[in-house]
């Protein structure tokens, strides 16, 4: 039997009910019941429902490399956290700074604050501003809401808007129908020691003629990592426990044949505990973050070949993180509160039997209240204008080509093009190649900084403004071979450049106190990536046995361009002094030039190797080894290795009320001492997780 | 007098021929369940084709209203149909009837089952052709999904012997109150390729389409639907027979038995469309060929239907 993780319309729930939308409209509005037999069903007339924004590109005729992660892959790497999926994609690096704070990087230039992709989950960009980074801890997203992702390996800005640079993960959930029913979810296990990790969520769905809808309710702790002595002493003592509550709903709601209309909402309140004792700016405390959004997609289809999508979200994240300095003498605060609004259009239309055409326009509102981080409250008004052509020149060609138009509402307007071609040499197998070319806004906190604490007379980042958007210029040339006998090869060569990279640039504050470096962000390096990455997929036995090899090769290196800015500032102490300070301030500027070719790894590979025992049970391993990564910030991370073990057994009646699955998950299991960049130790773990429908 | 005219008329009737005794136009009564799109489409070509054929036709769109007993009598639609079967109209063309509902309505009316002059022109495909449908789209998916309810036992059977003939993998979920259609879905998409949507309107209507079209396409596996309906919603392909094609069929039925008095055996229609959705299939990167080259390949081995 064939096993796949499809959308799971699990969970109990009586035929009739079911049959019945939740409004209360009669289910056979057209059709004679019992056992008469009609004619009915055969002249019965249908609304496009696969229309032309719901099928997405096959990925042999995607203009980009995609990977996608489906269900089947998620429940067999076992992971816990949404981040760690992507140590399942060539070439994407994952780490922790700390329990709660995962990083994805595509390429290089990692540090804590990973900005180069966006982010999206269903249309909606997580990749929030002050930073322009991605809280992925405190989305309002359980694991099992997700449908898949697709992670576009390349610039993709006419696909996908704004600071798709080096990449783009699209987060698809699963649909408002997927569940019908309702189950809950434990999982307990010994993260961290202390309390260990606990998670619960409870879900409830129906689905009906004309609304269907999805809740879930759920909650996260996590007791963290344990930071070892021998490693970075200022974290000995770090408490990085977390606790989490989240909810999200999903609703469609479908009148017609012509009009859907999906509401999401989304909520998260989390705990963080930062600090150690030996930190005079962040003693033991603790940050409470809390994310909403709401989200309202209409889409209104005119036909097999034509529809237009309307899209708005609204995203909020308030972090609140004030303590006393550890001598208790200065209240310190680093609070900050940011919303995005968003509103999209998108036509999409076949024109003629060869080109499938898709175009829009969208705005951006974004404002972030962060007294430590900026002068005042600051708002950004963006708006872009996109096309994409899908032209099948012959059954065996097709030309991708397609541009963005952005007003990034610090003053500039880029235009951000693609072109790709991919050639089927046979119906199995695919050349591709492209070019393009997509721009990062700069980032509120690198454009208008002024990061500072009064109280004690310190200022950290001072931006003297003016930035020019990152800008990516991606080559490639890629194979995809799918074959019937459950084989698939993605392999991509690549060549990407970056200009324009912005980066933290040290100088002397002219008040400062201590005549300590503050950093500028300026345009400062000029970066290149080249590389050799892909998967190799191979399913048999009736996709009972199922492997996933990835692998990446990559160079890198960056060249520093202009002169640093401690080079040109007046100085800021007498002569011998400050020609100390300014061969500091130079040496670490340069260091960043030298050490950016190690800021993502070398090589890299994962196997994720999954098998249908029996007809119940299901087993899979997953291997993940990552090379050693110079981190920005000044910190290495050395090689990680980690083998991943999951087994699961279902029970009873499979999708029915009193079914459901018990599983373990067991960790670095042949606890490699993976430690992380920030000293942190990975030790071995296990999680004993069971779901049941009720 | 009175008696040689008697002679003379008699000796007329036996020795003019038949032909010219039937010169009188053939009188036929459409009788349609309802007065809307496939119905009305059906009886605009039916007169098409009948045009100049020495037919009067009458079109009625109300099943309860009287008709004339003599002349033939197509009924269109099951309820047309089961209206006209109980009434006294002598010869009898169903059409827009499935198989198994026309089967009904002979078990309804045993002497209509006995009489020459009641057939039928069936909506529905013969499996075979169904079959050979997904041979020829999709040549390497051997594995056929359906979902039940109250699908006909006998076409059940047809379907299961067609597939086991060629050598195809039936997969059957009957849905019920402790097998709700959303988990059967899942099982069925799960332990097959192909979905085939079957005429089960407690299955497929209205309600659900929406999320079975959907939920199939994110497991990656097409559905053969039976209308073109199920086509431009989403199914990859379907094989039917349009109201013209019936009507053409029809309309030959019709002039045999006006030159006959008999009516053909009941039937599938000969005639048939293939549609495919050339989007759906290239987002679920399928390569098929053409809805032509597919009915080519359908007829081109028809022969052997039984």
């Known amino acids: 039997m064939k096993k796949r993780n499809r959308p799971l319309w699990c969970c109990s729930c009586q035929y009739l009910a079911w049959m019945f939308m939740f409004s209360g409209f009669p289910v056979f509005t057209a059709c004679y019941a019992g056992d008469d037999v009609s004619e009915q069903s055969y002249l019965q007339d249908f609304p496009v429902v696969l229309s032309a924004s719901r ?82 801890e405190d989305l309002p997203l359980h694991m099992d809401d997700i449908e898949r992702i697709e992670v576009v390996r390349g610039p993709a800005a006419p696909s996908y808007g704004s600071n798709s640079v080096l990449g783009v993960i699209n987060i698809i959930t699963r649909d408002a ?76 709601y479908h009148p017609g044949g012509q009009d859907s209309f999906d509401l999401q909402l989304g909520f998260s309140d989390g705990t963080h505990a930062t600090g150690d004792p030996g930190n005079y700016h962040a003693p033991p405390h603790d940050i409470k973050n809390n994310s909403n959004f709401q989200q309202l997609t209409w889409l209104r289809t005119l036909g097999q070949q034509e529809d237009f999508r309307l899209h708005y979200s609204h995203t909020h994240r308030n972090s609140v993180d004030e303590r006393y300095t550890n001598d208790g003498l200065y209240w310190l605060t680093d609070n900050v509160s940011v919303h995005r609004h968003e509103i999209e259009l998108q036509h999409t239309t076949q024109l003629g039997s060869a080109n499938r055409f898709a175009w829009g326009a969208a705005m951006r509102e974004e404002s972030a209240d962060a007294p430590t981080l900026f002068l005042a409250p600051q708002k950004l ?46 119906p199995e197998q695919t050349f591709r190649a492209g070019i393009s070319v997509a721009h990062r806004n700069p980032a509120l906190f690198e454009e208008r900084s002024n990061n500072r604490y009064t109280a004690t007379l310190e200022q950290y980042f001072l931006s003297s403004g003016g930035l020019r958007p990152e800008r990516a210029l991606s080559r490639e040339i890629g194979y995809l071979g799918e074959f019937r006998s459950g084989l698939s090869i993605d392999v991509r060569a690549y060549n990407d450049q970056v200009s324009n990279l912005i980066f933290a640039d040290p100088f002397v504050y002219p ?184 | ?33 309802e007065s809307s799109g496939a119905y009305l489409e059906f009886s605009d070509a039916l007169r098409e084709k009948l045009l100049n054929k020495n037919i009067y036709l009458n079109v009625v769109d109300d099943p309860g209203e009287a008709i004339p007993e003599q002349g033939l009598i197509v009924a269109v639609g099951m309820k047309a149909a089961t209206a006209i079967a109980g009434s006294s109209a002598h010869a009898i063309l169903n059409v827009f009837v499935p198989r198994a509902g026309y089967e009904k309505l002979l078990h309804d009316f045993p002497l209509r089952a006995a009489s020459k002059t009641c057939s039928a022109i069936f909506l529905d495909q013969p499996a075979e052709r169904q079959v050979r449908l997904i041979e020829a789209l999709l040549p390497g998916k051997r594995s056929i999904g359906i979902l039940l309810d109250s699908y006909p036992p006998d076409d059940l059977v047809q379907l299961r012997q067609r597939m086991a003939k060629h050598k195809l993998t039936l997969h059957e979920h009957k ?8 988990v059967a879905l899942q099982h069925v998409l799960d332990s097959s390729d192909v979905l085939l949507a079957l005429p089960d309107a407690a299955i497929y209507n209205s309600s659900t389409i929406r999320n079975i079209l959907l939920a199939s396409y994110h497991s990656g596996d097409p559905v053969i639907g039976f209308s073109p309906s199920y086509v431009k919603a989403g199914a990859l392909a379907a094989v039917f027979s349009t109201p013209a094609q019936i009507a053409a069929q029809a309309a030959m039925a019709i002039q045999r038995y006006g030159e006959t008095r008999m009516l053909p055996a009941a039937q599938h229609s000969q005639q048939f469309e293939v549609s495919t959705n050339e989007q759906v299939s290239r987002s679920l990167g399928l390569a098929i060929k053409s809805a032509e080259e597919l009915h080519q390949e359908i007829s081109a081995i028809m022969g052997d239907e039984p």
């Open chain 1, 381 to 426: 008004h963006q708006s872009r204008l996109f096309a994409n052509d899908e032209w099948r020149i012959s059954p065996r060609l097709l030309l991708n080509i397609g541009a963005m138009l952005e007003s990034n509402g610090m003053g500039r307007k880029d235009v951000s093009p693609r072109v790709a071609v991919n050639y089927h040499v046979t």
């Open chain 2, 175 to 182: 849905i019920g109150p402790d097998f709700p259609l959303h």
């Open chain 1, 177 to 252: 129908s997927a569940l019908d029913g309702a189950s809950i979810f434990v999982t307990r296990g010994n993260a961290g020691g202390g309390n260990g990790a606990s998670d619960a969520v409870v879900r409830y769905g129906r689905s009906g003629e004309r609304l269907d809808y999805r809740l879930m309710l759920g909650a996260k702790s996590d007791n963290g990592f344990n930071f070892p002595a021998p490693y970075k002493n200022w974290y000995n003592g770090y408490n990085d426990s977390s606790h989490t509550y989240m909810a999200n709903m999903r609703g469609n």
């Open chain 1, 511 to 694: 008040w400062s106190v201590n005549k300590m470096p503050s950093y500028d962000f300026r345009n400062e390096f000029m970066v290149h990536y080249t590389g050799l990455e892909g998967t190799v997929k191979y399913s048999w036995d009736a996709k009972k046995n199922r492997l996933i090899f990835n692998f990446a090769h990559q160079v890198a290196g960056a060249t520093l361009f202009g002169t640093p800015k401690i080079m040109t500032q007046a100085p800021a102490l007498p002569p011998p002094l400050w020609g100390i300070v300014q061969g500091i301030g130079l040496a670490q500027i340069q260091s960043i030039a030298r050490d950016f070719s190690a800021s993502a790894p070398m090589n890299s590979f994962s196997i994720l190797y999954s098998r249908q025992v029996w007809e119940r049970c299901s087993a899979s391993l997953g291997y993940y080894q990552q090379g050693a990564v110079y981190i920005l910030t000044g910190d290495r991370q050395p090689l990680s290795r980690r083998l991943d073990v999951r087994i699961a057994e279902q029970f009873g009646p499979a999708g029915k009320v009193g079914g459901g699955e018990v599983s373990l998950v067991v960790q670095n299991a042949l606890k490699d001492s993976s430690v992380g960049y920030s000293g942190y130790l990975f030790d071995r773990r296990a999680y004993l997780a069971a779901t049941l429908n009720f």
């Open chain 2, 1 to 33: 007098m009175r008696a040689l005219c008697a002679l003379a008329a008699v000796f007329l009737w036996l020795f003019i021929p038949a032909g010219h005794l039937h010169a009188a136009p053939l009188a036929v009564t459409v009788v349609l369940s």
């Open chain 1, 55 to 136: 099928l997405s590109q096959p990925l042999p005729e995607t203009p980009n490399a995609v990977t996608v992660i489906d269900r089947d892959m998620i429940r067999a790497s076992g992971f816990r956290n949404i981040a760690d999926l992507f140590r399942m994609v060539p070439g994407m690096y994952v780490d922790y700074r700390d329990g709660y704070s995962p990083f994805v990087s595509y390429r290089g230039g990692t540090d804590d604050y990973t900005r180069r992709m966006q982010v999206l989950v269903d249309g909606r960009s997580v990749y929030l501003p002050p930073y322009n980074t991605v809280d992925w």
